[in-house]
């Protein structure tokens, strides 16, 4: 059974910084077993878009252009944890953000090539 739980949501003034992690279960990404580990965000009434993802088959990296020099992905292979650094944040940041799964032999940001995902982790920021 797949599970991938978001965690390190939260509220936060304009500026300051947030965490977020993607614990992973039942669904192992490494070297090994290359897959494609992303995170996207949803606003109100608009489909989900990507904002940044890595390739554990060799660590290649994308991010949204909002979010380029802001947000650092990164993946713990050992311990199947997923991260997105957020800092500098601004108020347009303000989302759900979920963590997606998928094995490919490279990353996709099309949503519809992704099926794993966790509940979401609300990040505000004001």
């Known amino acids: 059974h797949v599970q991938l739980v978001e965690s390190g949501g939260g509220s936060v003034q304009a500026g300051e910084s947030l965490r977020l992690s993607c614990t992973t279960s039942g669904y192992t990404c490494g070297p090994s077993s290359a897959c494609c580990m992303g995170w996207f965000r949803q606003y109100p009434g608009k489909e989900r878009e990507a904002v940044a993802g890595i390739y554990t088959g060799g660590g290649g990296t994308y991010y949204a252009d909002s979010v380029k020099g802001r947000f650092t992905i990164s993946q713990d292979n050992a311990e199947n944890i997923l991260s997105l650094q957020m800092n500098s944040l601004k108020p347009e940041d303000t989302a759900i953000y979920y963590c997606?799964?998928?094995?490919?032999?490279?990353?996709?940001?099309?949503?519809?090539?992704?099926?794993?995902w966790g509940r979401g982790t609300q990040v505000t920021v004001s």
């Open positions: 997606a799964g998928a094995r490919l032999p490279h990353c996709s940001q099309s949503q519809d090539d992704y099926n794993y």
